[in-house]
């Protein structure tokens, strides 16, 4: 069973801060996915990568998909208040596997 | 508005009183699919539906029934609630149809949430 970690679980930051998520697992990824998920809500889908190496912008949001398809990363730049919530990664494409998540603070 | 519902949003029952969790999508979106989400555990699939009629099992099945006799409903059914089913239950949905690599591949839309208490 393929299992997705997540590091670090909790990060406490200020504002204008920069941070990087990890996503890693022993298996390779068909494809893998980025959610946010904020409190009393479900998660919301940020990215998809399929392809390794392959690079996304969202806005401060920069995602990484590794070369060998085992691993991605979220980097957040100049992170706000506004990015505080619980990211997840997940990877699937109708049986899905999520990681256990990487649980993020932005203080003003 | 594109939603996924889900009812109730908060239930507390006993050990043994059969419940059901509705979920319902307007987008008509072929695939469905049901989670558990616990601290230290993170999202767990109990069961999904790639179309009507037609449903597979999850990585935590046990306990737990579904079914899908309609494209937007995908209700989870509880015969027996034990205590160790106490969790925030989530409904998802997406198309199967999107592009891969557009950023929409398979984008699971998700209700609110669903939190549930078993004494």
């Known amino acids: 069973t393929q299992l997705l970690e997540q590091s670090p679980q909790f990060l406490s930051i200020q504002e204008g801060e920069n941070l990087t998520v990890y996503c890693n697992s022993s298996?390779?990824?068909?494809?893998l996915q980025w959610y946010r998920q904020e409190p009393g809500e479900g998660p919301v889908l940020l990215v998809t990568?399929?392809?390794?190496?392959e690079v996304k912008k969202l806005k401060r949001l920069t995602f990484q998909f590794g070369d060998a398809r085992k691993d991605s990363s979220l980097h957040i730049t100049a992170a706000q208040p506004g990015d505080t919530g619980l990211y997840l990664c997940?990877?699937?494409?109708?049986?899905?596997?999520f990681g256990t998540g990487t649980r993020l603070k932005v203080l003003a | 508005e594109a939603q996924v519902t889900q009812n109730p949003r908060y239930l507390i029952t006993v050990t043994g009183k059969k419940l059901t969790v509705t979920c319902s999508q307007n987008m008509n979106h072929e695939y469905m699919s049901w989670y558990r989400q616990d601290p230290g555990l993170g999202l767990r699939q109990i069961y999904y539906?790639?179309?009507?009629?037609?449903?597979d099992k999850g990585d935590v099945p046990e306990g737990y029934k579904v079914s899908r006799k309609e494209k937007r409903n995908f209700p989870l059914i509880l015969e027996s609630p034990s205590p160790n089913q106490t969790s925030l239950y989530f409904c998802a949905s997406s198309s199967t149809s999107g592009l891969a690599g557009s950023g929409s591949y398979n984008e699971q839309f998700f209700g609110p949430g669903t939190r549930l208490t078993v004494l």
């Open positions: 990568v399929v392809t390794g190496g």
């Open positions: 997940a990877s699937g494409t109708y049986k899905y596997i």
């Open positions: 298996s390779v990824f068909s494809s």
């Open positions: 539906s790639m179309n009507v009629e037609v449903t």
